[in-house]
Protein backbone atom coordinates (compact mmCIF):
# COMPACT_ATOMS: atom_id res chain seq x y z
CA UNK A 1 0.00 0.00 0.00
CA UNK A 2 2.42 2.46 1.25
CA UNK A 3 5.11 1.16 -1.68
CA UNK A 4 2.28 1.26 -4.19
CA UNK A 5 1.56 5.35 -2.88
CA UNK A 6 5.36 5.77 -2.92
CA UNK A 7 5.21 4.47 -6.44
CA UNK A 8 2.60 6.58 -7.78
CA UNK A 9 4.32 9.93 -6.05
CA UNK A 10 7.42 8.90 -7.85
CA UNK A 11 5.94 8.14 -10.91
CA UNK A 12 4.05 11.25 -11.14
CA UNK A 13 7.15 13.49 -10.15
CA UNK A 14 8.90 11.85 -12.47
CA UNK A 15 6.58 11.75 -15.71
CA UNK A 16 2.70 12.60 -15.26
CA UNK A 17 1.88 10.07 -18.07
CA UNK A 18 4.42 7.58 -17.06
CA UNK A 19 4.28 3.76 -17.42
CA UNK A 20 7.46 4.06 -15.78
CA UNK A 21 7.78 2.98 -12.33
CA UNK A 22 9.33 4.36 -8.60
CA UNK A 23 12.74 4.73 -9.99
CA UNK A 24 12.22 5.09 -13.58
CA UNK A 25 10.90 6.63 -16.28
CA UNK A 26 9.47 4.05 -19.24
CA UNK A 27 12.49 2.53 -21.29
CA UNK A 28 11.56 3.95 -24.65
CA UNK A 29 14.99 2.99 -26.34
CA UNK A 30 17.28 0.14 -27.18
CA UNK A 31 19.59 1.85 -24.39
CA UNK A 32 17.25 1.85 -21.51
CA UNK A 33 17.38 -1.57 -20.75
CA UNK A 34 21.46 -1.50 -20.22
CA UNK A 35 21.67 1.62 -17.99
CA UNK A 36 18.71 0.12 -16.32
CA UNK A 37 20.51 -2.81 -15.46
CA UNK A 38 23.93 -1.47 -14.55
CA UNK A 39 22.43 0.87 -12.30
CA UNK A 40 20.29 -1.98 -10.31
CA UNK A 41 23.46 -4.30 -10.55
CA UNK A 42 25.54 -1.33 -8.53
CA UNK A 43 22.36 -0.28 -6.50
CA UNK A 44 22.27 -3.65 -5.21
CA UNK A 45 25.60 -4.84 -4.84
CA UNK A 46 25.70 -1.10 -2.75
CA UNK A 47 22.61 -2.24 -0.58
CA UNK A 48 24.12 -5.97 0.24
CA UNK A 49 27.65 -4.29 1.15
CA UNK A 50 26.22 -1.36 3.19
CA UNK A 51 24.13 -4.11 4.77
CA UNK A 52 26.95 -6.56 5.82
CA UNK A 53 29.26 -4.19 6.53
CA UNK A 54 26.62 -2.51 9.54
CA UNK A 55 25.77 -5.96 10.74
CA UNK A 56 29.45 -6.82 11.13
CA UNK A 57 30.55 -3.59 12.51
CA UNK A 58 27.44 -3.81 14.92
CA UNK A 59 27.99 -7.68 15.88
CA UNK A 60 31.94 -7.40 16.61
CA UNK A 61 31.50 -3.87 18.81
CA UNK A 62 28.84 -5.91 20.80
CA UNK A 63 31.36 -9.51 20.68
CA UNK A 64 34.27 -8.00 21.44
CA UNK A 65 33.50 -4.83 23.51
CA UNK A 66 35.43 -3.70 26.66
CA UNK A 67 33.78 -5.57 29.69
CA UNK A 68 35.61 -3.92 32.28
CA UNK A 69 38.86 -1.64 33.06
CA UNK A 70 41.99 -3.87 32.86
CA UNK A 71 41.18 -5.95 29.51
CA UNK A 72 43.66 -5.23 27.08
CA UNK A 73 43.26 -5.87 23.31
CA UNK A 74 44.99 -9.38 22.34
CA UNK A 75 47.65 -9.52 19.96
CA UNK A 76 47.08 -8.83 16.52
CA UNK A 77 47.69 -11.28 13.77
CA UNK A 78 47.00 -11.14 9.84
CA UNK A 79 45.29 -12.93 7.92
CA UNK A 80 46.66 -13.90 4.30
CA UNK A 81 43.42 -15.06 3.12
CA UNK A 82 40.98 -12.94 4.49
CA UNK A 83 42.93 -9.83 3.17
CA UNK A 84 43.74 -11.83 -0.69
CA UNK A 85 39.45 -11.85 -0.48
CA UNK A 86 38.39 -8.08 0.75
CA UNK A 87 41.20 -6.64 -2.11
CA UNK A 88 39.92 -9.89 -4.69
CA UNK A 89 36.36 -9.92 -5.24
CA UNK A 90 35.84 -5.52 -4.80
CA UNK A 91 38.48 -5.67 -7.76
CA UNK A 92 36.24 -7.98 -10.05
CA UNK A 93 33.14 -6.46 -8.79
CA UNK A 94 34.67 -3.39 -10.17
CA UNK A 95 35.72 -4.78 -13.30
CA UNK A 96 32.51 -6.29 -13.64
CA UNK A 97 31.10 -2.96 -13.92
CA UNK A 98 33.46 -1.35 -15.97
CA UNK A 99 33.38 -3.56 -18.75
CA UNK A 100 29.53 -3.84 -18.43
CA UNK A 101 29.34 0.34 -18.80
CA UNK A 102 32.27 -0.04 -21.30
CA UNK A 103 30.38 -1.67 -23.44
CA UNK A 104 27.00 0.43 -23.65
CA UNK A 105 29.10 3.46 -23.49
CA UNK A 106 30.83 1.98 -26.99
CA UNK A 107 26.74 0.99 -28.19
CA UNK A 108 25.62 4.65 -27.94
CA UNK A 109 29.01 6.06 -29.36
CA UNK A 110 28.52 3.53 -32.73
CA UNK A 111 26.44 5.41 -34.75
CA UNK A 112 24.60 3.39 -37.51
CA UNK A 113 25.04 4.66 -40.84
CA UNK A 114 21.47 4.98 -41.62
CA UNK A 115 20.76 7.55 -38.69
CA UNK A 116 18.49 10.08 -39.22
CA UNK A 117 20.34 13.40 -38.89
CA UNK A 118 18.68 15.94 -36.81
CA UNK A 119 20.38 18.84 -35.36
CA UNK A 120 19.63 20.33 -31.57
CA UNK A 121 20.77 23.76 -30.42
CA UNK A 122 19.98 25.39 -27.28
CA UNK A 123 19.88 29.08 -26.28
CA UNK A 124 18.82 30.95 -23.47
CA UNK A 125 16.10 29.17 -22.76
CA UNK A 126 14.66 27.18 -25.89
CA UNK A 127 15.75 23.90 -27.95
CA UNK A 128 15.48 24.50 -31.66
CA UNK A 129 15.46 21.23 -33.33
CA UNK A 130 16.55 20.76 -37.15
CA UNK A 131 15.75 18.28 -39.67
CA UNK A 132 18.34 19.49 -42.83
CA UNK A 133 16.87 16.41 -44.67
CA UNK A 134 13.21 17.26 -44.01
CA UNK A 135 13.75 21.19 -44.24
CA UNK A 136 11.83 21.10 -41.04
CA UNK A 137 12.54 23.04 -37.79
CA UNK A 138 10.87 22.65 -34.51
CA UNK A 139 10.89 23.88 -31.32
CA UNK A 140 11.16 22.49 -27.97
CA UNK A 141 9.50 19.34 -30.03
CA UNK A 142 12.18 16.47 -31.17
CA UNK A 143 9.46 14.19 -33.34
CA UNK A 144 11.15 10.69 -34.55
CA UNK A 145 10.39 7.57 -36.24
CA UNK A 146 9.97 3.77 -33.90
CA UNK A 147 12.83 1.97 -34.69
CA UNK A 148 14.57 3.79 -36.59
CA UNK A 149 18.40 5.06 -35.34
CA UNK A 150 18.25 8.68 -34.83
CA UNK A 151 21.65 10.73 -34.28
CA UNK A 152 21.43 14.02 -32.86
CA UNK A 153 23.84 16.21 -33.03
CA UNK A 154 23.91 18.86 -30.68
CA UNK A 155 25.43 22.86 -30.11
CA UNK A 156 24.34 25.97 -27.67
CA UNK A 157 24.56 29.47 -29.34
CA UNK A 158 25.30 30.67 -25.71
CA UNK A 159 26.19 29.29 -22.51
CA UNK A 160 26.28 25.29 -21.38
CA UNK A 161 23.00 23.53 -21.81
CA UNK A 162 22.64 19.37 -21.24
CA UNK A 163 19.95 17.76 -23.71
CA UNK A 164 18.58 14.85 -21.38
CA UNK A 165 15.92 12.78 -22.47
CA UNK A 166 15.22 10.57 -19.17
CA UNK A 167 12.67 8.19 -20.94
CA UNK A 168 16.03 7.33 -23.60
CA UNK A 169 18.57 7.52 -20.27
CA UNK A 170 20.15 9.64 -22.84
CA UNK A 171 21.86 12.94 -21.60
CA UNK A 172 24.71 15.06 -22.95
CA UNK A 173 26.53 18.66 -22.56
CA UNK A 174 25.12 21.22 -25.67
CA UNK A 175 28.55 23.22 -25.80
CA UNK A 176 28.89 26.70 -27.37
CA UNK A 177 31.61 26.34 -30.27
CA UNK A 178 31.54 22.48 -30.11
CA UNK A 179 29.51 19.68 -31.67
CA UNK A 180 28.22 16.50 -28.99
CA UNK A 181 25.79 14.35 -29.81
CA UNK A 182 24.31 10.91 -29.41
CA UNK A 183 21.91 8.52 -31.62
CA UNK A 184 19.31 6.28 -29.60
CA UNK A 185 16.29 4.16 -31.77
CA UNK A 186 13.14 4.45 -29.99
CA UNK A 187 11.14 1.38 -28.47
CA UNK A 188 7.96 2.76 -27.98
CA UNK A 189 5.71 5.54 -29.50
CA UNK A 190 4.49 7.97 -27.27
CA UNK A 191 5.02 11.35 -25.92
CA UNK A 192 7.89 11.66 -23.33
CA UNK A 193 9.58 14.83 -21.82
CA UNK A 194 13.04 16.14 -22.72
CA UNK A 195 15.07 18.82 -20.43
CA UNK A 196 17.99 20.65 -19.95
CA UNK A 197 19.84 19.45 -17.39
CA UNK A 198 22.59 22.20 -16.93
CA UNK A 199 21.84 25.06 -14.79
CA UNK A 200 21.80 27.76 -17.49
CA UNK A 201 20.39 30.81 -15.66
CA UNK A 202 17.22 32.44 -14.78
CA UNK A 203 14.48 30.12 -16.92
CA UNK A 204 17.01 27.24 -16.88
CA UNK A 205 13.94 25.35 -15.54
CA UNK A 206 11.75 25.87 -18.20
CA UNK A 207 13.90 24.73 -20.85
CA UNK A 208 12.10 21.77 -21.25
CA UNK A 209 10.46 20.08 -24.40
CA UNK A 210 8.66 16.78 -25.83
CA UNK A 211 9.83 14.17 -27.99
CA UNK A 212 6.97 12.24 -29.89
CA UNK A 213 7.59 8.93 -31.01
CA UNK A 214 5.51 7.92 -34.13
CA UNK A 215 5.07 4.66 -35.76
CA UNK A 216 5.93 4.21 -39.57
CA UNK A 217 2.29 5.90 -40.40
CA UNK A 218 2.22 8.82 -38.85
CA UNK A 219 5.97 9.29 -39.24
CA UNK A 220 5.31 9.41 -43.41
CA UNK A 221 2.43 11.44 -42.18
CA UNK A 222 4.55 14.12 -40.10
CA UNK A 223 7.14 14.30 -42.59
CA UNK A 224 4.20 15.33 -45.15
CA UNK A 225 2.72 17.57 -42.80
CA UNK A 226 3.45 21.40 -42.77
CA UNK A 227 4.24 20.93 -38.90
CA UNK A 228 7.71 22.49 -38.06
CA UNK A 229 7.97 23.07 -41.48
CA UNK A 230 10.18 26.27 -43.03
CA UNK A 231 8.34 29.62 -43.02
CA UNK A 232 7.08 31.42 -45.73
CA UNK A 233 7.95 35.09 -45.20
CA UNK A 234 4.82 36.17 -47.06
CA UNK A 235 2.44 34.21 -44.73
CA UNK A 236 0.72 37.18 -42.53
CA UNK A 237 2.18 35.35 -39.44
CA UNK A 238 6.04 34.98 -40.35
CA UNK A 239 7.19 37.36 -37.77
CA UNK A 240 5.34 36.09 -35.33
CA UNK A 241 6.63 32.52 -36.21
CA UNK A 242 10.10 33.99 -36.31
CA UNK A 243 9.43 35.27 -32.97
CA UNK A 244 8.74 31.81 -31.13
CA UNK A 245 11.41 29.91 -33.51
CA UNK A 246 14.25 32.14 -32.36
CA UNK A 247 13.35 31.87 -28.98
CA UNK A 248 12.45 35.37 -28.02
CA UNK A 249 9.12 34.81 -26.48
CA UNK A 250 11.03 32.91 -23.99
CA UNK A 251 12.00 36.26 -22.62
CA UNK A 252 9.99 38.61 -23.99
CA UNK A 253 6.03 38.82 -23.19
CA UNK A 254 4.18 39.95 -25.93
CA UNK A 255 1.71 41.01 -23.36
CA UNK A 256 2.80 43.36 -21.13
CA UNK A 257 3.97 40.76 -18.92
CA UNK A 258 7.60 41.73 -17.31
CA UNK A 259 9.76 38.33 -18.11
CA UNK A 260 13.71 38.32 -18.07
CA UNK A 261 13.37 40.88 -20.84
CA UNK A 262 10.80 44.08 -21.16
CA UNK A 263 7.45 43.29 -22.89
CA UNK A 264 7.19 44.41 -26.12
CA UNK A 265 3.69 45.12 -27.05
CA UNK A 266 2.73 48.82 -27.66
CA UNK A 267 6.96 49.99 -27.15
CA UNK A 268 7.08 50.79 -31.24
CA UNK A 269 7.20 54.67 -31.66
CA UNK A 270 7.38 55.15 -27.95
CA UNK A 271 9.98 56.57 -25.51
CA UNK A 272 11.93 54.07 -23.62
CA UNK A 273 15.02 54.94 -20.92
CA UNK A 274 18.53 53.56 -21.07
CA UNK A 275 20.35 52.52 -17.78
CA UNK A 276 22.04 55.39 -18.34
CA UNK A 277 19.30 57.67 -18.05
CA UNK A 278 19.06 58.84 -21.62
CA UNK A 279 15.76 58.78 -23.48
CA UNK A 280 15.66 56.45 -26.77
CA UNK A 281 12.85 56.14 -28.98
CA UNK A 282 11.58 52.82 -30.32
CA UNK A 283 11.74 52.55 -34.03
CA UNK A 284 13.63 50.20 -36.83
CA UNK A 285 17.00 51.24 -36.25
CA UNK A 286 16.64 50.48 -32.09
CA UNK A 287 15.15 47.46 -32.58
CA UNK A 288 17.38 46.01 -34.96
CA UNK A 289 20.65 47.23 -33.03
CA UNK A 290 18.70 46.04 -30.22
CA UNK A 291 18.22 42.35 -31.76
CA UNK A 292 21.83 42.21 -33.45
CA UNK A 293 23.20 44.16 -30.27
CA UNK A 294 21.70 43.61 -27.58
CA UNK A 295 24.14 45.08 -25.16
CA UNK A 296 24.78 48.18 -26.59
CA UNK A 297 21.77 49.63 -24.57
CA UNK A 298 19.88 48.34 -21.87
CA UNK A 299 16.69 49.24 -20.88
CA UNK A 300 16.69 50.77 -17.88
CA UNK A 301 15.61 48.04 -15.09
CA UNK A 302 17.04 45.36 -16.86
CA UNK A 303 19.77 42.87 -16.68
CA UNK A 304 22.10 42.77 -20.11
CA UNK A 305 21.26 38.88 -20.62
CA UNK A 306 20.09 38.78 -24.28
CA UNK A 307 22.70 37.13 -26.57
CA UNK A 308 23.62 38.35 -30.25
CA UNK A 309 21.27 37.62 -33.42
CA UNK A 310 24.28 38.91 -35.11
CA UNK A 311 24.99 36.15 -38.07
CA UNK A 312 22.01 34.30 -37.32
CA UNK A 313 19.16 36.24 -39.07
CA UNK A 314 18.94 36.54 -42.80
CA UNK A 315 17.86 40.31 -43.16
CA UNK A 316 14.40 39.10 -44.39
CA UNK A 317 13.91 37.51 -41.03
CA UNK A 318 15.29 40.28 -39.31
CA UNK A 319 12.67 42.84 -41.18
CA UNK A 320 10.22 39.90 -39.87
CA UNK A 321 10.45 40.03 -36.27
CA UNK A 322 10.59 43.86 -36.50
CA UNK A 323 7.76 44.32 -38.03
CA UNK A 324 5.88 42.10 -36.02
CA UNK A 325 6.87 43.81 -32.99
CA UNK A 326 5.57 46.93 -34.65
CA UNK A 327 2.34 46.04 -35.09
CA UNK A 328 2.38 44.72 -31.68
CA UNK A 329 -0.46 46.74 -29.99
CA UNK A 330 -1.74 47.39 -26.53
CA UNK A 331 0.15 50.62 -24.12
CA UNK A 332 3.23 50.46 -23.86
CA UNK A 333 3.81 48.42 -20.24
CA UNK A 334 5.80 50.19 -17.54
CA UNK A 335 9.81 48.77 -17.91
CA UNK A 336 10.39 48.97 -14.14
CA UNK A 337 7.29 48.22 -12.47
CU1 LIG B 1 19.62 25.36 -20.67
CU2 LIG B 1 19.57 24.81 -18.38
Given amino acids: MTLSLLGKLGGGLVLAEAQGGFWMPPKASTFAEGVDGLFDFILILSIVFFVGLMALMVYFAVKYRRTHVEQKTSP ?3 SFKLEFLWSAIPTVLLLVIF ?3 QRDFILMNAVPDSALDVRV ?3 KWSWSIGY ?9 KLVVPLGEPVKLT ?14 FRLKRDALPNKYTGYWFEATQTGDFPLYCAEYCGTDHSVMTGRVQVLDAEAWKAWVASDDCAGLDPTAAD ?3 KLFVKYGCNACHSVEGVRLV ?7 YGKPETMQDGSQVTVDDNYLREAILDPNASIVQGFAPAMPT ?3 RLTDQELNGIIDYIKQLGGDAAPANP
Wanted: with cysteine.
Fill in 238 to 240: YGE
Fill in 154 to 167: ISSVDVLHSFWIPA
Fill in 261 to 267: GPPLNGI
Fill in 76 to 78: LKH
Fill in 132 to 140: PSLGKECQN
Fill in 309 to 311: FQG
Fill in 99 to 101: AWG
Fill in 121 to 123: TGQ
